[in-house]
Protein backbone atom coordinates (compact mmCIF):
# COMPACT_ATOMS: atom_id res chain seq x y z
CA UNK A 1 0.00 0.00 0.00
CA UNK A 2 1.68 3.46 -1.04
CA UNK A 3 0.91 6.81 0.95
CA UNK A 4 -1.17 9.71 -0.09
CA UNK A 5 2.03 11.45 -0.97
CA UNK A 6 2.80 10.20 -3.85
CA UNK A 7 4.77 7.45 -5.18
CA UNK A 8 8.24 9.13 -5.26
CA UNK A 9 7.66 9.88 -1.19
CA UNK A 10 6.86 5.85 -0.70
CA UNK A 11 10.57 5.12 -2.62
CA UNK A 12 12.40 7.51 -0.24
CA UNK A 13 10.06 5.87 2.85
CA UNK A 14 10.77 2.09 1.90
CA UNK A 15 13.55 1.70 -0.92
CA UNK A 16 13.17 -2.22 -0.51
CA UNK A 17 10.13 -2.07 -1.62
CA UNK A 18 9.46 0.49 -4.75
CA UNK A 19 7.96 -0.89 -7.77
CA UNK A 20 9.58 0.09 -11.48
CA UNK A 21 7.03 2.75 -11.75
CA UNK A 22 8.33 4.65 -8.02
CA UNK A 23 12.01 3.95 -9.46
CA UNK A 24 11.84 5.72 -12.52
CA UNK A 25 9.90 8.71 -11.11
CA UNK A 26 12.59 8.97 -8.55
CA UNK A 27 15.03 9.02 -11.35
CA UNK A 28 13.19 11.50 -13.07
CA UNK A 29 13.25 13.75 -10.22
CA UNK A 30 16.93 13.16 -9.69
CA UNK A 31 17.72 14.13 -13.66
CA UNK A 32 15.75 17.17 -13.15
CA UNK A 33 18.13 18.14 -10.49
CA UNK A 34 21.33 17.65 -11.81
CA UNK A 35 19.61 19.70 -14.87
CA UNK A 36 19.02 21.99 -12.18
CA UNK A 37 22.59 21.80 -11.00
CA UNK A 38 23.82 22.03 -14.20
CA UNK A 39 21.56 25.10 -15.08
CA UNK A 40 23.28 26.67 -11.58
CA UNK A 41 26.59 26.18 -12.81
CA UNK A 42 26.88 27.41 -16.35
CA UNK A 43 24.02 29.90 -16.67
CA UNK A 44 22.27 31.26 -13.53
CA UNK A 45 25.39 31.32 -11.46
CA UNK A 46 26.83 33.96 -14.47
CA UNK A 47 23.64 36.22 -14.14
CA UNK A 48 25.11 38.24 -11.49
CA UNK A 49 23.21 41.82 -11.06
CA UNK A 50 25.76 44.12 -8.84
CA UNK A 51 27.80 41.19 -7.71
CA UNK A 52 24.55 39.24 -6.31
CA UNK A 53 24.24 36.16 -8.14
CA UNK A 54 20.78 34.01 -7.57
CA UNK A 55 21.11 30.12 -6.66
CA UNK A 56 17.82 28.03 -7.50
CA UNK A 57 19.43 25.25 -6.29
CA UNK A 58 18.05 25.93 -3.15
CA UNK A 59 14.32 26.48 -4.47
CA UNK A 60 14.66 23.39 -5.72
CA UNK A 61 15.52 21.54 -2.27
CA UNK A 62 13.01 23.52 -0.58
CA UNK A 63 10.35 22.41 -3.23
CA UNK A 64 11.64 18.76 -2.78
CA UNK A 65 11.85 18.91 0.93
CA UNK A 66 8.04 20.63 0.91
CA UNK A 67 6.81 17.98 -2.06
CA UNK A 68 8.16 14.79 -0.09
CA UNK A 69 9.34 15.43 3.30
CA UNK A 70 12.71 15.89 5.94
CA UNK A 71 14.03 12.65 4.83
CA UNK A 72 13.78 13.49 1.10
CA UNK A 73 14.73 17.01 1.30
CA UNK A 74 17.93 16.05 3.27
CA UNK A 75 19.23 13.91 0.91
CA UNK A 76 18.08 15.79 -2.00
CA UNK A 77 20.37 18.92 0.07
CA UNK A 78 22.83 16.46 0.54
CA UNK A 79 23.41 14.87 -2.55
CA UNK A 80 22.96 18.29 -4.78
CA UNK A 81 25.08 19.93 -2.34
CA UNK A 82 27.77 17.64 -3.04
CA UNK A 83 28.11 18.60 -6.14
CA UNK A 84 27.99 22.22 -6.13
CA UNK A 85 30.92 21.60 -3.65
CA UNK A 86 32.37 19.55 -6.22
CA UNK A 87 31.88 22.31 -8.64
CA UNK A 88 32.21 25.61 -6.65
CA UNK A 89 35.84 23.55 -4.96
CA UNK A 90 34.16 24.37 -1.63
CA UNK A 91 33.88 20.78 0.28
CA UNK A 92 31.07 20.72 2.99
CA UNK A 93 29.94 23.91 2.63
CA UNK A 94 26.96 23.46 0.12
CA UNK A 95 26.56 20.06 1.57
CA UNK A 96 26.04 20.85 5.19
CA UNK A 97 23.88 24.31 3.77
CA UNK A 98 21.57 22.45 1.60
CA UNK A 99 20.93 19.13 3.72
CA UNK A 100 20.22 21.80 7.06
CA UNK A 101 17.69 23.62 4.54
CA UNK A 102 16.12 20.48 2.88
CA UNK A 103 15.85 19.08 6.37
CA UNK A 104 14.40 22.27 8.33
CA UNK A 105 11.64 23.02 5.02
CA UNK A 106 10.83 19.48 4.67
CA UNK A 107 9.56 19.96 8.13
CA UNK A 108 6.51 21.42 6.84
CA UNK A 109 5.43 19.20 4.31
CA UNK A 110 1.93 17.66 5.02
CA UNK A 111 0.65 14.42 4.11
CA UNK A 112 -2.56 15.41 3.12
CA UNK A 113 -2.44 16.69 -0.56
CA UNK A 114 -1.07 14.72 -3.68
CA UNK A 115 0.21 17.43 -5.55
CA UNK A 116 1.87 20.19 -4.36
CA UNK A 117 0.76 24.12 -5.53
CA UNK A 118 3.12 27.64 -4.91
CA UNK A 119 1.23 30.58 -5.34
CA UNK A 120 3.53 33.13 -6.63
CA UNK A 121 3.82 35.26 -3.33
CA UNK A 122 4.38 32.29 -1.61
CA UNK A 123 7.30 31.56 -3.75
CA UNK A 124 8.29 34.95 -3.74
CA UNK A 125 8.44 35.07 0.62
CA UNK A 126 9.21 31.95 0.88
CA UNK A 127 12.67 31.67 -1.10
CA UNK A 128 13.55 34.90 0.02
CA UNK A 129 13.51 33.33 3.78
CA UNK A 130 15.17 30.21 2.41
CA UNK A 131 17.88 31.94 0.60
CA UNK A 132 18.83 34.51 3.57
CA UNK A 133 18.61 32.31 5.95
CA UNK A 134 20.87 30.00 3.62
CA UNK A 135 23.59 32.59 2.33
CA UNK A 136 23.33 34.45 6.21
CA UNK A 137 25.23 30.86 6.95
CA UNK A 138 26.60 31.16 3.90
CA UNK A 139 28.25 34.57 4.68
CA UNK A 140 29.03 33.15 8.01
CA UNK A 141 30.79 30.56 7.02
CA UNK A 142 32.79 32.63 4.02
CA UNK A 143 33.88 35.05 6.70
CA UNK A 144 35.56 32.70 8.94
CA UNK A 145 37.34 30.76 6.24
CA UNK A 146 38.46 33.51 4.72
CA UNK A 147 39.12 35.62 8.13
CA UNK A 148 37.09 38.77 7.03
CA UNK A 149 34.15 40.65 6.39
CA UNK A 150 33.13 43.94 4.58
CA UNK A 151 30.15 45.37 3.92
CA UNK A 152 29.93 43.73 -0.33
CA UNK A 153 29.61 40.74 1.35
CA UNK A 154 26.37 41.58 3.14
CA UNK A 155 25.06 43.48 0.58
CA UNK A 156 25.68 41.35 -2.58
CA UNK A 157 25.93 37.59 -0.96
CA UNK A 158 23.77 37.56 1.65
CA UNK A 159 20.53 40.45 1.11
CA UNK A 160 21.14 40.78 -2.80
CA UNK A 161 21.34 37.07 -3.74
CA UNK A 162 18.41 36.41 -1.57
CA UNK A 163 16.44 38.87 -3.32
CA UNK A 164 17.52 37.71 -6.53
CA UNK A 165 16.45 33.92 -5.69
CA UNK A 166 13.41 34.91 -4.68
CA UNK A 167 12.49 36.93 -7.58
CA UNK A 168 13.84 33.76 -9.88
CA UNK A 169 11.52 31.81 -7.56
CA UNK A 170 8.79 33.99 -7.93
CA UNK A 171 9.07 34.43 -12.05
CA UNK A 172 9.09 30.13 -11.85
CA UNK A 173 5.55 30.22 -10.58
CA UNK A 174 3.97 32.83 -12.73
CA UNK A 175 5.44 30.59 -15.32
CA UNK A 176 5.06 27.40 -14.05
CA UNK A 177 1.00 28.38 -13.72
CA UNK A 178 0.73 29.23 -17.16
Sequence with gaps: EVPTLGATSYFWANPLKASVA???ATVRYVLVGL???LMQWLLVGRMKIFGAAPD????FVAWFGLQFGR??????GFAFGFLLDAIY???GVHMLL???LGFVVGSFATEDRDILTILPRQALMGGFVAAFIHNGLLMLLLAVQA???NSAMLWTLWIGAAAYTALLGFLATIFARR
Design 89 to 91: DMW
Design 22 to 24: TLL
Design 35 to 37: VVV
Design 147 to 149: GAT
Design 71 to 76: RAGAIC
Design 56 to 59: IVIL
Design 98 to 100: KTI
